[in-house]
T-cell receptor, first 109, second 115 residues
Framework: KNEVEQSPQNLTAQEGEFITINCSYSVGISALHWLQQHPGGGIVSLFMLSSGKKKHGRLIATINIQEKHSSLHITASHPRDSAVYICALAMNRDDKIIFGKGTRLHILP | DVKVTQSSRYLVKRTGEKVFLECVQDMDHENMFWYRQDPGLGLRLIYF???????EKGDIPEGYSVSREKKERFSLILESASTNQTSMYLCASSLPGYSGANVLTFGAGSRLTVL
């Protein structure tokens, strides 16, 4: 069983829709990262969180430590939000980061 | 604007060639990492370094080596490139200490094709 699972793998939505991307994990973590990767490769760190909720512009990230689950929400989605979104776990057991396989988001104009 | 710069965005090499991938950061970060990214597999750690002249193997170090002679520069070396090393290579850096608790800053990636 994978230690981190993202869903959905692919998501296509219309501009303006509310988007939710989920990340579930099965291990103890000290923090969870959400990353964004645009076509072409470069990765940008969006959030690092260990509890509760963080907001930056139209992006909101939440984490429930007891349920081992995090969500990334995008409000009023826009075609420029089209990217791969990656969940990454900072492990408790060692100084490692485990990356999810990513969710490919495509926002249609 | 802080930056991690990878020297080559696209490279095409032949089997058996020696390949150097260079990564330079201007943030005075102690920690530097090399990952490879393949479809369906996510990012996998090849090597990392917490200090100058220091290196540690990641999850998939076979076929690779690294060099960190200066704090700002972390090089990935493929001694004899093989076709299964065709991939996207990503360099990252972070502040010192427990790497999982620090934000990673990534380079733009180097897409290597080995023929």
């Amino acid at each position: 069983k994978n230690e981190v699972e993202q869903s959905p793998q692919n998501l296509t939505a219309q501009e303006g829709e509310f988007i939710t991307i989920n990340c579930s994990y099965s291990v103890g973590i000290s923090a969870l990262h959400w990353l964004q990767q645009h076509p072409g490769g470069g990765i940008v760190s969006l959030f690092m969180l260990s509890s509760g909720k963080k907001k930056h512009g139209r992006l909101i990230a939440t984490i429930n430590i007891q349920e081992k689950h995090s969500s990334l929400h995008i409000t009023a989605s826009h075609p420029r939000d089209s990217a791969v979104y990656i969940c990454a776990l900072a492990m408790n057991r060692d100084d490692k980061i485990i990356f999810g396989k990513g969710t490919r988001l495509h926002i249609l104009p | 604007d802080v930056k991690v710069t990878q020297s080559s965005r696209y490279l095409v090499k032949r089997t058996g060639e020696k390949v150097f991938l260079e990564c330079v950061q201007d943030m005075d970060h102690e920690n530097m990492f090399w990952y490879r990214q393949d479809p369906g597999l996510g990012l996998r750690l090849i090597y990392f370094s917490y200090d100058v002249k220091m290196k540690e193997k990641g999850d998939i170090p076979e076929g690779y080596s690294v060099s960190r002679e200066k704090k700002e520069r972390f090089s990935l070396i493929l001694e004899s490139a093989s076709t299964n090393q065709t991939s996207m290579y990503l360099c990252a850096s972070s502040l010192p200490g427990y790497s999982g608790a620090n934000v990673l800053t990534f380079g733009a990636g180097s897409r290597l094709t080995v023929l």
